[in-house]
């Protein structure tokens, strides 16, 4: 087992593990409504993640799910509807507020500063008071887990392939030290050997004692690694249950796979 990329003890989040009572969530969303402008995009989503799961958010271009992870990350303000994290509600709290919480997106289209260095990019990560006292042996575990990242760490990020540079975007959300890590669409535009080593680093990243929420377009992929899955259609979830119950779905795989 690797060694966990935090240390628990540390959290600021209250323990909830008290004898005789089940722990909570990791995340838990309930009612959630959110949009942009007068438009609702969110429409009463129910989302529920066990510690240490990995659970798949499917769903067509424009369901909302960028939308969800902007609006749990706090860069949208959710219009009702509770996000808690360890039984916590931090509906409503300031972006660097629920990182230091504990959620942590990596978000769509990476967001790299391609031209500072890939160990700049990463520090980047590590902004809150918490990870900013760890960021050397942070670093350190990154650079165990995408060992290419090490070697090229005083290049900048716009010499990277899109790959390496998905790498970079995890890193650096594992740079802050999340309990909860939200990845948007990592393997988008990756060649498929690419997807496939992007895929066993998340794998290897849930040994980490890190619950993983996951957007992907390569939905068989995605299913086949995830305890849970959720589809999202036009700001619904339509659909919920473990990987292997969606993929045995009619309308998941007539929608989704093209089966
Ligand atoms: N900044 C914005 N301002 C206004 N409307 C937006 C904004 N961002 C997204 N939308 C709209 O919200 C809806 C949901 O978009 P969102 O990006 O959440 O979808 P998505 O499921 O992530 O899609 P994709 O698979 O294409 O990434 C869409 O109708 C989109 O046009
Ligand atoms: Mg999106």
């Known amino acids: 087992m690797p060694k966990p990329i935090h240390d628990a ?20 969303i309930t009612d959630l409504w959110a949009g942009y402008g007068e438009q609702d995009v969110l429409r009463g989503i129910d989302l529920k993640l066990a510690p240490r799961s990995i659970v798949a958010l499917i769903g067509a271009n ?13 860069l949208i303000r959710p219009r009702r509807g509770a996000v808690r994290l360890y039984g916590e509600d931090v509906a409503g709290l300031p972006p660097h507020r629920i990182v230091a919480r504990g959620f942590v997106q990596s978000p769509e289209g990476k967001q790299l500063f391609l031209d500072m260095s890939i160990r700049e990019n990463l520090l980047v990560g590590a902004q809150n008071r918490r990870a900013r006292e760890r960021r050397e042996e942070t670093l350190d575990e990154v650079f165990d887990l995408f060992p290419i990242l090490r070697e090229r760490q005083a290049l900048n990020a716009c010499t990277l392939s899109g790959g390496q540079q998905q ?7 594992l740079m802050a030290l999340p309990r909860v890590l939200a990845l948007d669409e990592p393997s988008l535009g990756l060649a498929p050997i690419m997807v496939d080593r992007l895929f066993e ?25 995830a305890d849970h899955g959720y589809v999202l259609e036009n700001g619904v979830v339509t659909l919920s249950g473990t990987g292997q119950e969606l993929l045995a779905d009619d309308h998941l795989r007539a929608s989704y796979l093209g089966l």
């Open 201 to 225: 680093s998340i794998a290897r990243i849930r040994e980490r004692d890190l619950t993983i929420l996951i957007i992907e377009q390569n939905v068989f992929q995605v299913l086949e690694m």
């Open 9 to 28: 003890a540390v959290r600021e989040a209250p323990a909830h593990d008290a004898p005789g009572h089940a722990a909570p969530p990791a995340l838990e």
């Open 167 to 173: 790498m970079v975007a995890v890193g650096r959300a």
């Open 62 to 74: 424009g369901a909302g799910k960028s939308t969800l992870l902007r609006t749990i990350s706090g």
